[in-house]
């Protein structure tokens, strides 16, 4: 038998069906009470998905804005997390933004073949990752 996810909205519709078929005994509680709990139950996750429905279109809405405006700094030349993340950060409304954010729309720029990368060498020696908007031209440098 194949694994069947049971939600919860499924357990409340079989003790909704449970009270109106007056299957159980309930005691102190009457079936009406029972049935109104559901039906109020259901209506909040219903609002509830409602409103995370909600919030996920915002948040793509603002990704796919953050997205473009990290595409649009991008240049011929190679630039650094640290260079991009202060170029977005000097375009208005995107004062607050954070490294974090501009690394993760710099993995699916890279993806969707918008943007290239490729690992530098910083002046005090360590090796970090630079993104241009075209692919770059492998030197003798990237062979050692």
Do not use: W
């Amino acid at each position: 038998m194949a694994d069947v996810k049971v939600t919860k909205r499924d357990i409340l519709a079989a003790v909704r069906l449970v009270a109106e078929n007056g299957a159980v005994d309930f005691g102190t509680v009457s079936a009406d009470d029972v049935i109104a709990y559901v039906d109020t139950t259901i209506a909040q996750l219903d609002a509830k998905a409602a409103k995370a429905k909600e919030r996920a279109a915002k948040n793509k809405t603002e990704g796919d804005e953050l997205r473009a405006t990290v595409e649009g700094v991008l240049t011929d030349e190679l630039q650094t997390i640290d260079a991009i993340t202060t170029a977005v950060q000097a375009v208005e409304g995107y004062e607050d933004v954070t490294k974090s954010k501009i690394t993760a729309r710099l993995t699916q720029l890279t993806k969707a073949g918008a943007a290239f990368k490729a690992q530098v060498k910083t002046e005090d020696g360590r090796k970090v990752m630079a993104y241009t908007n075209i692919e770059p031209v492998s030197t003798d440098e990237d062979a050692e």
